[in-house]
Each structure stands twice: as structure tokens, then as C-alpha cells.
């Protein structure tokens, strides 16, 4: 265990007061009805510990928006758990789903929580790559990495950091492979509302509402990154009632409960008309295309991003050669921060000057990180 990448970054930004385009954090307070509502429940009095599934009134609008934008139906007493943001949500489906010697199958580039919790558990992360330019998923390297120790397959759609979103084949392929070897799969969904609308018919659709994978998959996400609330940590997940209750058993020995009146006013999120949920994707794409073009104008390549907050940009155009190191001096060479993509792999051969910046900042930020970073 060492310190995460993120907050090595964030604390170099600090250290240099340098734009922070490396950890994934808008710089927007978020819809105002969700806010109001927080203030409210905490006026309210609603500041005690809640159950430690969640509060009912959460665990009901989960199950709403589930059915509402994906068909999915769930039982909010016995198919939710509400948890300390999505990075509890997926440690504890992995310390009750996996066990020592087991091996859990993930997309590469991956959430560096995935290994560390893999670790923790004793399990072996076995990577599938997914390669720039265009990141598909590779079903025959899916099926190769598939042993008589496999356990689990950690899917991330739409995918932290390259912005891919797997397409219904893709899924589909996934979901074949988990049947045939009879696999587990966790997946984590946190940016499913923050698609770019570029015209190519990009959709996030849930692997649990394929055939047969209901009652095989741990659905995770979360309201930070949707309502630009990321540090209220409130996540959740959600499945069939046998493989909740493993994850709720593991969850409540980490925070027990957390944010009650967090959790009510993310129920007034969940309800937002779906218009506003459209928006979050639009806003978002227009914000990555000011980052991408001003990157590309710096000289950089720039692969194209069709989701979350992130843009991947390779630096060897600019004679960089390890972005790693690259991305350690930058704060005191021109006051951004970002993140090497390398940290996001098993190995670093093939990613060594690929690097990731955060576009959910305000049009005027991001206008002056690129300006900041023409001094290279």
C-alpha cells in the first residue's frame, strides 16, 4: 500500500498553486436543488446515523432510476446498498465476492482501487488491455485471460480514464464469456450520465439488463460524479438480494453509514427531469473539446473521448519520453497538474507518454491550464 497517485498530484498542486486538471473534481457547486435539499435535511433534523443499507427514501429512488432509465427492476429492501461513495461500494463487492487465490479479470487502463482492494483480499488482478486509438475491447483476449481461478470480471463503462463506452456487442461478449465459465462480474458505472452527445449513437447500457446476467452482476455507481458532488461520497450498489446481502455484510464493518442528509437530498437529484440529465452530457462534451483542441494546438495527440471527465493525451510529440515523470515536474514547471496513465497499468510498455487531464473545470480554468501549458 502507498500513497495514491491522486493525492500525490493534488499535493504538488497545492505545493506550486497549479490548476488541478489531474484528480477528477468539478469546480461547480452542483444543481441547486440538490444542495437546497442537503441544507434542508440537516434543518431538519436528519443527522443521525441511517439504517446501514441506507435510508428508504434512497434505496426507493435508486430502484426508480434504474427502472426509469434502464428497465432494470430491483426490490429496494433487499436488491440496494447504499455506501460511502462508489470506491466503498466496489471494495466491499470485492472482499465478499472474492477470495484469496482468486483471480478477478479487468479492463486495462483500470482504477488503481481495483488492484489495491485485489491485493488486500489476496486476489491477482489480471489485466485485458483495451489500446488508444479507438480502446475496444478485444474478445479473444478476454476468453485468454479466463483460468480455472477466475472468479470475477471488474467491468468500468463508461471507462475512467480513456472515455470509452463499451457497445452493446462488446457487452454482449462480456456477458458470454461470464455465462460459459459461469463468472461473477462487478461493474462499475459511475459516469453513466456523463456521455458526450456527438452524434454516433453512444449509449451506456447496464450488463445486468443483458440475458442471464441479472443475477450475476454488482451494479455500482454513485451521485458524486453526476451531480458534481464528488465529495459527499454517496454511492451504492445494487443486484440480486443474495450478492447485496455479501456486500452489505462486508460494507457495514467499513463506514457503517454515512451522509444522512446527503442521502436525502440525492434523492431529489435521482428525481431530476430527464432534461437536466441530458445536460450534464452536453456541458461536458463542450468543456472536452476546449480541452482537446487547445491540447492538440500545444502539439500533443489527443485520443477522442466519448465519456467521464477525462481526455487521454499523448506528450512524445512533444519529446517526451516518461510521463511519470513528466507529469511530477509539470506543477513547478508551469503550474497544471495531470496524471500519467501509466499508473493505470499492470505495465507500463506500450502507455510510457500517454497522459490524463481532467476537463470538469470551468471554461475560464481550462482556458488558463492551456495557456499555463504553452510555456512548454
Same mark, same amino acid.
Given at each position: ?6 493525492? %500525490?498530484?493534488?499535493?504538488?498542486a ?5 490548476? /488541478? ?16 435539499? +442537503?441544507? +434542508? ?5 436528519l /443527522? ?6 441506507g ?12 427502472? #426509469?432509465f434502464?428497465?432494470?427492476e ?38 488503481d ?36 481461478k !477466475?472468479?470475477?470480471?471488474?467491468? /468500468?463503462?463508461?471507462? /475512467?480514464? !480513456? ?5 452493446? +456487442? ?45 443475477? #450475476?452482476t ?17 454511492g ?5 438480494a %443474495? ?6 455484510n ?8 454515512s ?9 431529489v ?6 432534461? #437536466? ?17 487547445g ?5 500533443m ?5 466519448k ?12 519529446? %517526451? ?7 511530477r515536474?509539470?506543477?513547478? #514547471? ?40 504553452r510555456?512548454?
Open positions: 500500500m502507498a500513497t495514491t497517485i491522486f493525492s %500525490e498530484m493534488s499535493a504538488l497545492a505545493e506550486y498553486d497549479a490548476i /488541478n486538471l489531474g484528480q477528477g473534481f468539478p469546480d461547480t457547486p452542483g444543481p441547486q436543488e440538490v444542495v437546497d435539499a +442537503a441544507v +434542508a435535511a440537516m434543518r431538519r433534523g /443527522n443521525q446515523y441511517p439504517p446501514a443499507i435510508v428508504p427514501a434512497l434505496r426507493e429512488a435508486i430502484c426508480a432510476h434504474q427502472r #426509469r434502464y428497465g432494470i430491483l426490490d429496494p429492501a433487499s436488491q440496494v446498498v447504499v455506501c460511502a461513495g462508489a470506491s466503498e461500494a466496489l471494495s466491499s463487492a470485492l472482499m465478499a465476492l472474492v477470495a484469496p487465490g482468486d483471480e478477478v479479470i479487468a479492463l486495462e487502463p483500470f482504477y482501487l481495483y488492484a489495491a482492494t485485489g491485493a488486500l483480499v489476496g486476489a491477482s488482478l489480471v489485466p485485458v488491455r483495451i489500446s488508444a486509438p479507438d480502446y475496444r475491447l478485444d474478445p479473444d483476449l478476454l476468453r485468454a485471460a479466463v483460468t480455472g !477466475t472468479k470475477v470480471i471488474l467491468l /468500468n463503462s463508461p471507462h /475512467n480514464p !480513456t472515455g470509452a463506452v463499451l457497445s452493446r +456487442a462488446e457487452l454482449e461478449d462480456v456477458a458470454a464469456v461470464a455465462r460459459e465459465h459461469d463468472l461473477l462480474v462487478i461493474t462499475d458505472e459511475v459516469y453513466e450520465h456523463l456521455l458526450f452527445d456527438d452524434g454516433d449513437g453512444t449509449a451506456h447500457i447496464p450488463i445486468s439488463s443483458l440475458p442471464g446476467m441479472a443475477e #450475476r454488482v451494479t455500482v455507481s454513485s451521485a458524486g460524479k453526476t451531480f458534481s458532488v464528488t465529495g459527499w461520497k454517496i451504492w450498489a445494487t443486484g440480486p %443474495e450478492l447485496i446481502e455479501r456486500v452489505l462486508v460494507k457495514q464493518w467499513f463506514s457503517f453509514a451522509g444522512t442528509p446527503l442521502q436525502h437530498a440525492v434523492v437529484g435521482l428525481g431530476l427531469p430527464d432534461e #437536466r440529465f441530458a445536460l450534464l452530457g452536453r456541458e461536458l462534451a463542450r468543456k472536452r473539446d476546449i480541452l482537446t483542441e491540447l492538440r494546438e500545444l502539439g495527440e489527443v485520443y477522442h473521448s465519456a467521464t471527465y477525462f481526455v487521454t493525451a499523448d506528450i512524445a510529440p512533444l519529446g %517526451e519520453t516518461d510521463s511519470l515523470e513528466f507529469c515536474a509539470l506543477p513547478a #514547471r508551469v503550474g497544471v497538474a495531470a496524471v500519467p496513465n501509466q499508473v493505470f497499468h499492470a505495465s507500463p510498455e506500450g502507455v510510457e507518454t500517454q497522459v490524463r487531464f481532467a476537463c470538469c473545470k470551468r471554461d475560464e480554468v481550462l482556458a488558463d491550464a492551456l495557456l499555463r501549458l510555456k512548454l
